[in-house]
């Protein structure tokens, strides 16, 4: 089975450089037809899409991001990741990495999510 592992420092200070990683294993991140996606829930709200990138590298990222978000990938190792930039503690949330499909938006597979706090 797929598995979807996030990980990175819990603790970000205000202005600073947001950094996960997601590793995947059970599945292929160059797998044709798969999207590999960021999703993050704030206190109180819903999961907001960031971003992704697909089977060939390509990016989308949230208009509402979009300026301070960057994915990328190392297909060597297997992983995909996130830099969300400038952060304020409005960008405490928990983060997930997810599988989605392409032509639909669901992911079949999640990673368990973790906590960042951005705080001084």
């Known amino acids: 089975q797929v598995q979807l592992q996030e990980s990175g420092p819990g603790l970000v200070k205000p202005s600073q450089t947001l950094s996960l990683t997601c590793t995947v294993s059970?599945?292929?991140?160059?797998?044709?037809?798969?999207?590999w996606n960021w999703i993050r829930q704030s206190p109180g709200k819903g999961l907001e899409w960031m971003g992704a990138i697909d089977y060939n590298g390509r990016t989308v990222d949230s208009p509402s991001l979009k300026s301070r978000t960057s994915i990328s990938r190392d297909t060597s190792k297997n992983q995909f990741t996130l830099q969300l930039s400038s952060v304020t503690p409005e960008d405490t949330a928990v983060y997930y990495c997810?599988?989605?499909?392409?032509?639909?938006?669901?992911?079949?597979?999640w990673g368990q999510g973790t906590q960042v706090t951005v705080s001084s």
């Open positions: 997810g599988r989605g499909v392409r032509g639909t938006d669901e992911n079949d597979y």
């Open positions: 059970g599945g292929s991140i160059t797998t044709i037809h798969y999207y």
